[in-house]
């Protein structure tokens, strides 16, 4: 397989879930297998404007510590090979390989629709994560700036909100975040998957890199603003030699949380991580899905509720008590997150504060 520089998938892989026909190769998907000079030509990044009728996303999923998301964006330029989101593109008719980190979707009235949702007689505020499909500061940010005016808007109307992300950009909104945090109204995740540049450059190739990544999260905490490490995905024979060192280097920053995610291979994303493997890492492939596999039931990925977050047998165990220990040793808790919603501002429907 062709490595396809600055990309974390080596191809447009398919789908047909949704019922929709197979993709018929266009330039782009050419222009990513051809050869030019032994290379393959770099691919461009395009953004496409969504004009969506609601932003705010509820969910009822008993596993996750948050009912309702905002998006800004539909595909990730980080490009995360393991990324569980890789799936959605196909929803588009967009293969969740490539096309997932090149043709990207924004949604610039984001914090307009935000507020109109806000302003609904029945709405009763509880914090809204952001980052829980694709990265919010990921680099199209930089020119949406969609994510801080969400962050705005929740500091003018006091409402809880959660940033999750793999990105040093996050710094750029250290200004709303601080303020946020010193109404007790946000908190900040950093996922850290190794403390190797290369490999990091490999695994995510247009996420900060793993110094910028802790920096970010030295910085937050001098700020004031409540952060959290996440080792997360540890990916077996891969990433899992650096979980000791990451939580080491959290704690050293004054980071007090933590957590960890054991590798997902929803749908798509099992054939685009086995290709990757076997294009960077062809002499442990078949040993990192096997240990995959023996967490997950002989399976890729366990969609059941719980089980889907808490993998178990043997290399679960040994993970899990790895982290309890390094944890211990370095002052690292678990994330106690209890944001205050009572100071939540009801705007009107025509867009001002509600008084009264």
């Given at each position: 397989?062709?490595?396809?520089?600055?990309?974390?998938a080596?191809?447009?892989?398919?789908?047909?879930?949704?019922?929709?026909?197979?993709?018929?190769?266009?330039?782009?998907?050419l222009?990513?297998?051809?050869?030019?000079?032994?290379?393959?030509?770099?691919?461009?990044?395009?953004?496409?404007?969504?004009?969506?009728k609601?932003i705010?996303?509820?969910?009822?999923?008993?596993?996750?510590?948050?009912?309702?998301s905002?998006?800004?964006y539909?595909?990730?330029?980080?490009?995360?090979?393991?990324?569980y989101?890789?799936?959605?593109h196909?929803?588009?008719d967009?293969?969740?390989?490539?096309?997932?980190?090149?043709?990207?979707?924004?949604?610039?009235?984001?914090?307009?629709?935000?507020?109109?949702?806000?302003?609904?007689?029945g709405?009763m505020?509880?914090?809204?994560?952001?980052?829980?499909?694709?990265?919010?500061?990921?680099?199209?940010?930089?020119?949406?700036?969609?994510?801080?005016?969400?962050l705005?808007?929740c500091?003018?109307l006091?409402?809880?909100?959660?940033?999750?992300?793999?990105?040093?950009?996050?710094?750029?909104?250290?200004?709303?975040?601080?303020?946020?945090?010193?109404?007790?109204?946000?908190?900040?995740?950093?996922?850290?998957?190794s403390?190797?540049?290369?490999?990091?450059?490999?695994?995510?190739?247009?996420?900060?890199s793993?110094?910028?990544r802790?920096?970010?999260?030295?910085?937050l905490?001098?700020?004031?603003?409540?952060t959290?490490?996440?080792?997360?995905?540890?990916?077996?024979s891969?990433?899992?030699?650096?979980?000791?060192?990451i939580?080491?280097?959290?704690?050293?920053?004054?980071?007090?949380?933590?957590?960890?995610?054991?590798?997902?291979?929803?749908?798509?994303?099992?054939?685009?991580?086995?290709?990757?493997?076997?294009?960077?890492?062809?002499?442990?492939?078949?040993k990192?899905?096997?240990?995959?596999?023996?967490?997950?039931?002989?399976?890729?990925?366990?969609?059941?509720?719980?089980t889907?977050?808490?993998?178990?047998?043997?290399?679960?165990?040994?993970?899990?008590?790895?982290?309890?220990?390094?944890c211990?040793?370095?002052?690292?808790?678990?994330?106690?997150?209890?944001?205050?919603?009572?100071?939540?501002?009801?705007?009107?429907?025509?867009g001002?504060?509600?008084?009264?």
């Amino acid at each position: 397989m062709v490595k396809v520089r600055g990309r974390g998938a080596t191809q447009n892989a398919t789908s047909t879930r949704f019922n929709l026909p197979e993709r018929e190769v266009d330039g782009d998907w050419l222009d990513a297998q051809s050869m030019v000079d032994g290379e393959p030509p770099k691919l461009r990044t395009t953004v496409t404007r969504l004009k969506p009728k609601t932003i705010l996303s509820f969910n009822a999923s008993p596993d996750i510590p948050f009912d309702r998301s905002v998006n800004s964006y539909q595909g990730c330029e980080h490009g995360c090979i393991y990324c569980y989101a890789r799936p959605t593109h196909a929803y588009h008719d967009l293969s969740p390989g490539l096309d997932f980190e090149t043709k990207l979707f924004a949604k610039p009235e984001a914090a307009r629709l935000l507020r109109d949702t806000l302003a609904k007689p029945g709405y009763m505020p509880a914090p809204i994560a952001m980052g829980t499909n694709t990265d919010p500061y990921q680099p199209i940010e930089g020119h949406y700036r969609i994510t801080r005016d969400v962050l705005e808007l929740c500091l003018e109307l006091r409402h809880p909100v959660t940033i999750t992300t793999k990105s040093a950009r996050v710094l750029d909104d250290l200004d709303l975040l601080a303020e946020l945090a010193r109404h007790n109204l946000t908190a900040v995740g950093i996922s850290v998957t190794s403390l190797d540049p290369r490999l990091s450059g490999l695994l995510e190739p247009r996420a900060s890199s793993p110094a910028k990544r802790l920096a970010a999260l030295e910085k937050l905490v001098a700020a004031g603003v409540p952060t959290h490490v996440s080792v997360a995905p540890v990916i077996p024979s891969i990433t899992d030699e650096f979980m000791e060192g990451i939580l080491e280097a959290a704690a050293e920053r004054g980071v007090r949380s933590a957590s960890w995610i054991m590798l997902r291979l929803p749908h798509e994303v099992a054939p685009l991580f086995r290709e990757w493997l076997d294009t960077h890492f062809p002499d442990r492939a078949a040993k990192v899905i096997a240990i995959v596999q023996s967490v997950r039931g002989g399976k890729d990925n366990d969609a059941q509720f719980f089980t889907r977050m808490k993998p178990h047998g043997v290399w679960a165990d040994l993970l899990r008590t790895r982290f309890r220990i390094a944890c211990r040793k370095h002052g690292i808790g678990k994330a106690q997150l209890d944001l205050d919603c009572s100071q939540f501002r009801k705007p009107s429907p025509g867009g001002q504060l509600d008084l009264f």
